[in-house]
């Protein structure tokens, strides 16, 4: 790394640091007493309350243990700080010699017995509350796939993929660009979109390795196990945008993976879903028509760099052992396009090669392998139509 | 085994430490088969569920 | 007894202890076969010491590259496999490599010296299960060398990221922890059939220094951790080999099913990583408070106690894979009972310092730290106790965090708070104290500007095992790196410290290292010799050796 930048960049952390302990008699001390959680939020401290009853109730039970923690260690490290100061040998102390006193050690085994009876309490309500998923009004269901996610709702006839948008893949290459970011790695090219004030059911699954859905202002994580279903849900009190990122390591772009929720009102929602019904509608049917090379090209890298080049590189040369190389494939550059063709529909069993029949459609398809065959260092030259695709699958 | 503190105590280091010995050995088996024992049961629990 | 049988066996003694003299007392054998051969539990001891050392340096190298990567947002140094294989490596490093070894060493030296044993009580096996580990790292190592690279999926290889979509070298890593968990379950046998059968006629099982006591229990965990490892790998090697599908859920597996088997050996492996700690701990203050251990008996038992619970508890690291709510609430319930015991070890080291007469030579120092920033990560451990709590805590910095707040100034603390206890007594020579001193002021704030923020981190929102991060965290986390960069440094003092002991250290004269400690291995004068305990210690010096009863008008 260049040195200015480094020194760029200690400099401003110094700054920023200046910046929050000056904050900290402003903000924190004087007019905010009142509210403490919303200064140590500021301060990126603190989780924040979150939009949700059951963030709210999980806030609530984190403050209450953390002071019943803080009181513990005020306690043991007070007494351990006395006798460190004034039962010094250089300070004369001469040791006792007691070692052992049943009221004492029965009170202190005891009382914290009782201490944790006290947290387990609220504890438990919270986790009832946590585990009642029924009733609701809405039901979205989340898979996980390397590296993106897909949402389904299942009440409407609503469907798509989410992953990290193209502006932050830009970012991610460009340190000027990353710099004035505002959500850098936090930003999706279709963000989750859910109606305010309704119970909301989601339902998380994966279609490879174990994921794990994470939104932290509604109090929501949950394993999305390939071949299994886990529930959660969440009411969102207030509209906004609200971000989060997956937590199971899940891979090589583990790390890339957002999630983005827009919370709208109930009619921006209904509006957004007829909109969204009617698009899914007319993508399919563009999908299917006869295209030429030039447009198949185009579409083809687009798709390739947001469903395959996180294995196979951006510039299909692959990772030797582990992900193969598009360039110079003896499958991409048979021309005989029947073999390629099947991989992309129904992937490599027992293997990460995803079945991308489910997720994209004959258009898409068509493209993307049109694009290997003509484009990252291979020059096969078969063009492949949507037919192509509708007739092998 | 099974031998008192003033019978331990009359031996000769030699006699002492056959006897440690031999007791060692009949701990480490009885050990060595618990750990066989729980490796077995762990792929025997699985390969039932 | 007649004059002449007495005379009788006065003469078959003399010629049998010239004989056993003869046998024993020699010195270690010349030249590098020494180690290769050597059956001798301080010779092995040693061997395990520097093992472990060498491990905690190469794991701590790839600490530093993943504090390196993460020094500033975007993707600078690594490439996100690469990283992966880095996070990968240096757990797997320092839990199999640095932590346990390391205390298995200690193990090795001490036990014998400490129960008034010649030597522990399977040599031979001692041997084998010291020279497993030097081949099992290296080949766990060598994967990093390997087309597609090293195991990316997480010290905790959570199926089927680790058996489906791994790469080749995976069926290394399996093997390497096949070596590994052979090596620790052989290291335990010995360790058990050492307590149990090799101690002084006259010590009885609560006459045992605590260090024992932990670390008899700490090889019962392994006993019933280890084989549970090899369980899980195996079938992991199955999956990935022999068409099996115990984890893959599209030929009837389960994933989740994975998870409880690692975690039924992961949660008593946290415990064989801290119950030898108390043990030594319980060791060191005693000492430099000039006072008897405060409450023994309810020490061990709260160590069997938390032996005991940490087979019952495994889930709370599965809050949030889809458990029913009664197990999660059972699951919750165990886990906060295990502070409980906790609290009552933390309570008797406090009250063993309470009116004592303290005095603050290194190994104190590094005990005291050990106390205080252990109970802070035992205090972390118990929200995270909390499962719904744990929603929010589950998978982000904040119990990256905790666990190193646990296995680091927890165990690694008291890994050197013990080398810098007992190596005058190992080596007959004493460390520089003012560089210790120094050292230790130099560690102990830098661990803390290393992880101390990490809390904020994971409460901000950022998830772990990830290479490169959203823009507000990029504050918390270049502090973190300052501070991991100087912590890693002091590693270097630290090396120097003890060569410069070893092989400079001014000779410790006129008995024991540290006047006020009390135990059989202070028994040897000034320096532990090759062969210790030709005759077994007596009633008598057990006793007044002991650092857990009053010596009220002994001195």
């Known amino acids: ?393 | 085994m099974g031998k008192s503190v003033e019978e331990l105590q009359s031996m000769t280091e030699e006699e002492l430490l056959k006897h440690q010995r031999k007791g060692a050995r009949l701990t480490a088996l009885i050990v060595a088969i618990l750990a066989l024992g729980v490796f077995s049961l762990t792929l025997y629990m699985k390969s039932k569920s | ?555």
């Not at chain 3, 190469?58 to 390196?68: E, L, N, Q, W, Y």
């Open chain 1, 1 to 393: 790394m260049p040195k200015n930048t480094f020194y760029k960049q200690l400099t401003s952390l110094v700054i920023s640091l200046l910046n929050r302990v000056s904050n900290l008699h402003k903000v924190y001390l004087l007019p905010l007493l009142f509210t403490p959680q919303l200064a140590f939020a500021e301060l990126g401290l603190n989780l924040p309350e979150g939009v949700t009853p059951i963030s709210r109730d999980i806030y609530s039970l984190h403050m209450t243990i953390f002071w019943v923690c803080v009181v513990i260690a005020i306690l043991v490290f007070g007494a351990m700080v006395y006798s460190m100061i004034f039962h010094r040998k250089s300070k004369g102390a001469v040791a006792a010699n007691f070692h052992e006193n049943t009221k004492v050690e029965l009170a202190w085994t005891i009382i914290p017995l009782i201490v944790l009876i006290v947290i387990a309490i609220p504890a438990t309500k919270v986790m009832v509350d946590l585990e009642t998923t029924d009733e609701a009004d809405m039901t979205v269901k989340i898979t996980g796939y390397q590296w993106k996610w897909q949402y389904e709702y299942l009440d409407n006839d609503v469907s798509f993929f989410s992953s990290l948008s193209e502006n932050n893949r830009k970012e991610m290459a460009d340190p000027v660009a990353r710099a004035n970011a505002e959500n850098y790695l936090l930003e999706v090219d279709n963000p989750l979109v859910l109606p305010v004030g309704k119970k909301i059911r989601f339902l998380m699954t994966s279609n490879d390795v174990i994921h794990s859905w994470w939104m932290r202002d509604f109090g929501v994580k949950q394993d999305a196990n390939p071949g299994y279903i886990n529930d959660a849900w969440a009411t969102i009190e207030k509209a906004g945008t609200y971000r989060g990122q997956c937590t199971e390591l899940c891979g090589k772009d583990h790390g890339f993976m957002p999630v983005v929720v827009i919370a709208k009102p109930q009619a921006e929602y209904d509006a957004w879903v007829v909109e969204q019904e009617a698009k899914q509608i007319a993508i399919a049917e563009a999908a299917s028509g006869t295209k030429t090379k030039e447009e198949l090209m185009v579409q083809g890298q687009k798709i390739y760099s947001s469903n395959c080049a996180a294995c196979h590189g951006a510039t299909g040369a692959g990772v030797p052992g582990v992900f193969p190389a598009i360039t110079g494939s003896s499958i991409v550059n048979n021309p005989d396009t029947a073999a390629h063709i099947n991989i992309l529909l129904n992937g490599v069993a027992g293997s990460a090669m995803q079945a991308f029949g489910k997720q994209l459609n004959d258009g898409d398809i068509a493209s993307v392998i049109t694009y290997q065959r003509n484009a990252l260092g291979n020059s096969e030259g078969t063009v492949v139509q949507p037919t192509d695709i509708k007739a092998a699958r």
């Open chain 3, 1 to 555: 007894m007649s004059t002449t049988t007495t005379d009788l066996q006065d003469e078959i003694e003399k010629i049998d202890g010239h004989d056993s003299h003869d046998d024993h007392h020699h010195g270690p054998e010349p030249g590098l076969l020494r180690w290769v051969k050597t059956t001798n539990h301080k010779d092995i001891g040693t061997l395990y010491i520097w093992f472990a050392f060498s491990m905690l340096l190469i794991g701590g190298a790839f600490a530093m590259v993943i504090r390196a990567e993460l020094f500033q947002p975007g993707l600078q140094l690594v490439e996100p496999q690469f990283f992966n294989q880095m996070t990968t490596l240096h757990g797997l490093i320092m839990v199999f490599g640095a932590i346990m070894p390391a205390f298995v060493g200690l193990a090795n030296w001490q036990i014998p010296l400490m129960i008034g044993a010649k030597d522990m009580a399977l040599p031979r096996m001692n041997n084998w299960s010291f020279w497993i580990l030097p081949f099992a790292g290296t080949m766990l190592l060598s994967t990093l060398f390997m087309q597609g690279g090293g195991p990316a999926f997480g010290w905790t290889f959570y199926a089927p990221l680790s058996t489906t979509f791994a790469p080749e070298s995976t069926d290394f890593f399996i093997f390497a922890v096949h070596m590994l968990g052979f090596s620790s379950i052989m290291g335990a046998i010995n360790v058990i059939a050492t307590i149990l059968n090799m101690r002084a006629p006259d010590m009885k099982l609560m006459d045992m220094p605590l260090f024992v006591w932990t670390w008899l229990i700490t090889a019962f965990l392994l006993i019933a951790a280890m084989p549970v490892l090899a369980g899980a790998v195996t079938m992991m090697l199955t999956d990935r080999n022999f068409g099996t599908s115990f984890f893959d859920a599209s030929g009837g597996g389960d994933p989740v099913m994975f998870q409880h088997i690692f975690w039924f050996f992961g949660h008593p492996e946290v415990y064989i990583m801290i119950l030898p700690a108390f043990g030594i701990v319980s060791q060191i203050i005693p000492t430099f408070a000039r006072k008897p251990l405060f409450g023994y008996s309810s020490m061990v038992y709260a160590t069997a106690a938390i032996a005991l619970l940490s087979f019952v508890v495994w889930g709370h690291h599965m809050f949030l894979v889809g458990m029913p709510i009664a197990g999660q609430l059972y699951f919750m319930y165990a886990t906060i009972l295990i502070s409980v015991p906790t609290g009552v070890k933390v309570f008797n080291w406090v009250t063993t310092m309470w009116r004592g007469s303290l005095s603050f030579e290194t190994p104190m120092l590094w005990a005291v730290a050990f106390v205080i920033l252990f109970t802070i990560g035992g205090l972390s451990g118990l929200m995270l106790g909390i499962a719904p709590a744990d929603i929010q805590y589950h998978d982000t910095y904040f119990v990256v965090a905790h666990f190193h707040y646990v296995l680091v100034t927890g165990a690694l603390f008291s890994i050197i708070a013990a080398v810098f206890y007992w190596l005058p007594m190992w080596c007959g020579r004493m460390y520089n104290e003012k560089l210790a001193v120094i050292h230790f002021w130099w560690a102990i704030i830098s661990v803390n500007v290393l992880f101390f923020p990490q809390h904020f981190l994971g409460l901000a929102g950022m998830p772990r095992r990830i290479p490169d991060y959203s823009l507000q965290f990029a504050d918390f986390n270049m502090i973190s790196s300052i501070g991991g960069f100087a912590f890693g440094l002091s590693f270097i003092m630290l090396t120097y410290i003890i060569v410069d002991c070893i092989r400079n250290g001014k000779p410790v004269e006129g008995g024991r290292a540290w006047e006020t400690a009390r135990g059989l291995e202070w028994t040897q004068g000034e320096k532990a010799q090759y062969h210790s305990f030709d005759t077994p210690p007596s009633r008598a010096t057990i006793l007044a050796e002991s650092s857990h009863i009053s010596h009220e008008g002994q001195h």
